[in-house]
């Protein structure tokens, strides 16, 4: 089993529609695939659009109640940072715990997925509680790490800088993803070039707009083999930079 932590730049840049392409398209391939999403917020129950019901319908299983709470067991009504969440409601995420669920596989079960891929929350350096992190997180977890990143005005600071932490953190980035932003004065391939200049080892990887979201997967660019079969590339975990 390959396991990899799905994180981003930002909020809102296109983490789960990564995910559920991803877990689709392996599927496709008859890969079983586990798909976790341990922290949300801006839950409201019954939202049969959150983005844990979407990760639940992409592995073909209905968005049932009970399901979204296996995968989502930290689930916080107001949407902002979960640490703030969690504190106006009286709780706290458990770290410890937090990294625990997130070797699990709730869905699968027994039987063991080809490949489990574990959603952040926000960007890299969210708070989680009071001293962690979502960057810690990643690091608990030693899992390979695919960057989420947009193409929109601002995207190569967010992006170069999200990188550098967890590069600084050494933490392995297994590739890319540059999600195309509507409505922009900047072509998305250009922000690829220039986000492959100062990041050469990292595979980079264009998702164009799909009109129809996430209906329309089949329209999407291959992600599946540039990430997780194409052997050329070297995979090796990038080392803590001297400060």
Known sequence: MRSFFITSSGTDVGKTFVAALLARQLQKR???????????????????????????????????AERIVAISPWRFHDPISPDMAAQREGRAIDFDELVRFSRTNPISGKVAPDFRFVEGIGG????????????????ALGYPVLLVVGSY????????????????????????????????????????????????????LALPRLAGGLEAWQEAPDLVTPLFMETSRPRQPVPPKET
């Open 124 to 139: 890299v350096m969210v708070p989680l509680t009071e001293k962690k992190t979502v960057l810690d997180w990643t690091r």
């Open 30 to 64: 008859g890969l079983r695939t586990e798909l976790l999403k341990p922290v949300i917020t801006g839950f409201v129950i019954g939202d049969k659009n959150c983005d844990s019901a979407i990760l639940i319908e992409s592995l073909g299983h209905a968005a049932e």
């Open 153 to 204: 005005l601002g995207s190569l600071n967010h992006s170069l800088t999200s990188a550098l932490a967890l590069e600084r953190s050494g933490v392995e980035i297994a590739g890319v993803i540059v999600s195309e932003s509507t409505h922009q004065p900047v072509p998305m391939n250009d922000t690829i070039q220039t986000l492959s200049r100062f990041l050469p080892r990292v595979p980079m």
